[in-house]
């Protein structure tokens, strides 16, 4: 067969089984053995031409927080978006104060109090500008009497974001 038309025929093959009610997909805590890229191949299998992305996490923060996510999106919507709209997201990513904080705020320092005492933080006014440009890109969410969280739906993402930078 040609080049990667054996590989689609048995991924249509794994869906119409599917369909048919036939092969349960493998729970994510077991993934089959020697197949590093289960979460690709089960991808490859759900997602139509021209593709998708896909990222997926369980955290468990030192606070004792759990946060599970999942979040896909097809190639075509990805690539279709005006890429500008994003970049105030990530523009607040962008400087390393602002990833400093994220980082404390995960660990546990969740008052502005608490994430003064960090010397790497700047002053009081410094650390407000950092904190409200977080705020308003939506990886913090302000609480009472000065405390901050990443709100649950952002772990997730925040990490992948991390990840996908890394070296």
Known sequence: MEDGLEERLARL????????GGDEP?????PPAGDVFWALNE????AAEPGA???TGTVDL????????QEGRTADDLLGTDWGELAPALS????????????????GARTTAELGKHERLGTTGQLYHHLRALVTAGWLRAGARGSYAVPGERVVPLLAVLA????
């Open 43 to 46: 991808l490859k299998v759900r």
């Open 164 to 167: 996908a930078v890394r070296r």
């Open 53 to 55: 992305v896909l990222f």
């Open 62 to 69: 030192p606070t004792g927080e759990h946060y599970e996510w």
């Open 92 to 107: 607040a990513l962008s400087h390393p104060v602002r990833l400093l904080l994220l980082q404390e705020i995960l660990r």
């Open 13 to 20: 093959e794994r869906r119409v089984d599917r369909l048919d």
């Open 26 to 30: 493998s729970p994510a805590s077991e």
